[in-house]
């Protein structure tokens, strides 16, 4: 063996003295400190409870470990309590608040079930009035075509059908039968509209509008026997005396036509006459001016004068006849007005 040979191995020698004596000093480093703690632990410790009358000293003993020990499990009792204590609050707020939503929502179901029967009520002014129309026009009725329902014309299962699936809500069961039944009325309503169109024409030609743009009018004379305002007899009144309590108001051409005359007269005062398709006139007077010319064509609704108290009048108002041919008719047959207004 060679020199440098034998020199490595007392180097490799002394190396593992020194690392084995190194891992022994640390083992014996941990030891020592471990037997301190386990010392440090097992330290005992006299608790003395001393009155401040002449009762006996109360003393116990224990050692720091135990101590320790009991601080930790008390100190976790406590955080425990005061965590869950909160939780528990937590959670009555939160019932609480769903009991108030339960609450809200229990009273908005019983307006929504308030509505809900304001809007059944509403239907059935709806069908009886649409049944009326669909017979007067000569169209079909509307059929249900819902299989719940044994009828065949109207909303008759829907109104008094008592008997409902299990498990299904009568309201939503009769807003289902609703919703048919709207669906199915669809196509009638679009035939009223189709032959609306197609008479289009003829409801311009026919007076069939208020005389009176001012919507806040009242009656002041209907047509037939009344007694004259001025003599106090009684005689014929052939019109209809629409008052606005004031001049000044528009009067409109209730169908399209020609104005045949614009003149004065001591009964009517200041008056028009438009004549119309299929031999009817009509007749404005007590006019405060004028706004078309003789011979001049308006179309229905076009504004021709305004009201006024010229001639044998009362007060402001307009007086508005309907004649075919020579005969003298209600205006109110052609007109939709309230009659006690």
């Known amino acids: 063996m060679s020199k440098t040979q034998r020199a490595i191995k007392?180097?490799?020698?002394?190396?593992?003295s020194h690392v084995t004596k190194g891992f022994g000093s640390f083992f014996k480093s941990i030891g020592h400190f471990?037997?301190?703690?386990?010392k440090l632990f097992d330290s005992k410790l006299t608790i003395m409870i001393i009155p401040h009358s002449q009762s006996k000293v109360v003393n116990f003993q224990t050692n720091v470990f135990a101590l320790f020990l009991g601080t930790i499990v008390t100190v976790g009792v406590l955080t425990s309590f005061f965590y869950f204590n909160r939780r528990s609050l937590s959670a009555n707020m939160e019932i609480s608040n769903l009991m108030n939503q339960n609450r809200e929502t229990l009273a908005s179901l019983d307006?929504?079930?308030?509505?809900n029967a304001n809007l059944?009520?509403?239907a059935k002014r709806f069908q009886t009035s649409l049944s009326q129309s669909l017979s007067l026009l000569g169209i079909d009725q509307v059929k249900n075509s819902s299989d719940i329902s044994s009828s065949n014309s109207d909303l008759s299962a829907l109104f008094s059908s008592t008997e409902m699936a299990q498990g299904a809500s009568r309201e939503v069961a009769d807003i289902k039968e609703l919703t048919t039944y709207l669906e199915d009325a669809v196509k009638p309503i679009e035939?009223?509209?189709?032959?609306?169109?197609?008479?289009?024409?003829l409801f311009t030609e026919i007076p069939s509008i208020c005389p009176v743009k001012n919507p806040n009018y009242h009656i002041s004379m209907a047509f037939g026997p009344?007694?004259?305002?001025?003599?106090?007899?009684?005689y014929i009144h052939k019109g209809l005396d629409f008052?606005?309590?004031?001049?000044g108001d528009a009067v409109l051409a209730t169908a399209s036509g020609q104005v045949v005359t614009v003149a004065f007269d001591n009964s009517f005062g200041n008056y028009i006459i438009i004549k119309h398709n299929h031999g009817m006139y009509t007749r404005y007077a007590h006019l405060n001016s004028f706004r078309v010319k003789k011979g001049e064509t308006v179309s229905q609704g076009q504004i021709i004068g305004t009201i006024g108290n010229t001639g044998l009048s009362t007060g402001p108002h307009l007086h508005y006849e309907v004649h075919i041919g020579s005969d003298v008719v209600d205006p109110a047959k052609y007109i939709n007005i309230n009659l006690s207004k």
Do not use: C, Y
Not at 10 to 16: G, H, L, M, T
Not at 226 to 234: A, D, M, Q, S
């Open 120 to 122: 059944f009520q509403a």
């Open 10 to 16: 007392k180097i490799e020698k002394r190396v593992a």
């Open 191 to 201: 035939q009223i509209g189709k032959m609306l169109k197609t008479q289009q024409n």
């Open 226 to 234: 009344n007694v004259h305002p001025l003599h106090g007899n009684w």
């Open 34 to 38: 471990f037997v301190r703690i386990f």
């Open 243 to 247: 008052s606005t309590w004031r001049s």
């Open 111 to 115: 307006e929504l079930r308030d509505e």
